[in-house]
């Protein structure tokens, strides 16, 4: 069997990001039990009108992302444009994807209340450090692949997963989430083993950050250490204890450690929103399975917050397994998937130079369009489908 190459890590990670994103979009708020009553088991895109046939709002043009990875791609851009990341420059392309097509959130699709909050605050003329909300979200995590692609020393990582955090989220659970996702993605595209040590690794990684935030220059900006300070540490590291007990007990379990961590609301599943949760579980199942698409298949028809757990998961099973391990069904159905490639080979490199990769908001405005067409499509199916006698 070929070694996977570096390069062929980076590639797998940003595609299996965007590749879980799409997968999940359109099961987004789905328990698993009402994923498999409208779909029986997720395999394929869908567009989510046979879910949300009176919310033509949740319908998604078939392997179209979402808001996870249009962040993960401002990040890209950031760092080849920067040189690593620059707060104000990525607050000024969230702004510029806001600011497109005319309306308040413009080219941005599917973004949550608290990114609501944070674009108007940006427009404000509210620095980025202090617009995080304050809540233990998990929207820091579901971008961050790219930032442990870049940087991979261990001791550097810590000041751009922050500068690429706090603009949304500031509470220290949030924060750590990102932390091992990133820490995740380093270790697994530099080729280190996906074995029992990982979690463990892990944790390790992030308590050590978690303990540097304040001498790294945000102690004023981060919330909650002196509560919840460790939670994303202890969760992690509670995966390991799991790894060989049965499925249902796992995920109880899983979903249980999280509560202990001050969810709010209480976590009902392993795929809420919430880093003590969301982010163990994508490594239980990374942990716990043979390949990227039975990795990815799991993790989406456990429903809840599907786009955001498909996005952490793709991205550590996309560096671990590489690129080539991705079906080829869900590269080719993947939308402006030419755009994310070159992404990920800039961020192999260090540079874009002469990949010419597409414009970002453009390309958005684009897809935003596609999609429009196909659920006017959809919908006028619909309306014929009614007056059928």
């Not at 922050?162 to 220290?172: F, I, K, L, N, Y």
């Not at 993790?299 to 080539?324: K, R, Y």
Request: aromatic letters at 4%; charged letters at 25%.
């Amino acid at each position: 069997m070929l070694e996977t190459s570096r390069i062929d890590r980076i590639r797998g990670c940003l595609l299996g990001l965007a590749v879980g994103d799409a997968l999940g979009a359109p099961l987004e708020g789905l328990s698993a039990q009402q994923v498999a009553t409208h779909y029986g088991k997720v395999k394929n895109y869908v567009d989510g009108v046979q879910a949300w046939k009176r919310k033509p709002y949740r319908w998604r043009l078939p392997g179209l992302y979402s808001d996870d990875t249009q962040q993960a791609l401002a990040i890209c851009d950031v760092l080849l444009d920067r040189g690593g990341v620059d707060q104000e420059a990525l607050a000024s392309r969230y702004l510029a994807l806001a600011d497109a097509e005319g309306a308040f959130l413009g080219a941005h699709r599917g973004i949550g209340r608290s990114f609501r909050h944070v674009v108007a605050d940006l427009r404000r003329g509210t620095s980025p450090r202090w617009t995080g909300q304050t809540r233990a979200g998990i929207g820091a995590a579901m971008r961050i692949g790219p930032v442990g692609l870049f940087h991979d020393d261990p001791a550097e990582l810590l000041v751009p997963v922050m500068e690429a955090s706090v603009t949304t989220h500031r509470d220290v659970r949030s924060l750590a989430g990102a932390l091992a996702v990133a820490h995740g993605v380093r270790r697994l595209a530099a080729g280190e083993p996906r074995d029992g040590g990982l979690p463990l690794w892990l944790a390790a990684d992030v308590a050590r950050d978690e303990a540097r935030m304040a001498d790294a220059g945000y102690a004023d900006v981060v919330t909650a250490a002196d509560r919840h300070g460790g939670a994303v540490p202890r969760a992690l590291a509670h995966v390991e204890t799991l790894l060989e007990q049965p499925r249902d007990r796992a995920f109880g379990a899983l979903v249980e450690e999280a509560n202990r961590h001050g969810a709010e609301p209480e976590c009902k599943g392993p795929t809420m929103g919430f880093p003590p949760a969301c982010v163990p579980t994508c490594l239980y199942v990374l942990m716990t399975t043979d390949s990227f698409e039975e990795a990815m298949v799991e993790i989406v028809n456990l429903g809840g917050d599907a786009d955001t757990a498909g996005a952490i998961l793709g991205a550590l099973a996309g560096a671990h397994h590489g690129v080539d391990e991705i079906p080829r069904r869900w590269l080719d159905g993947l939308q402006n998937r030419e755009g994310i490639e070159k992404r990920a080979i800039a961020l192999a490199h260090r540079s874009a130079d002469g990949l010419a990769v597409p414009d970002l908001v453009a390309t958005e405005v684009e897809l935003n369009a596609r999609e429009r067409a196909h659920l006017a499509r959809h919908a006028a199916t619909l309306r014929g489908a009614n007056h059928v006698v």
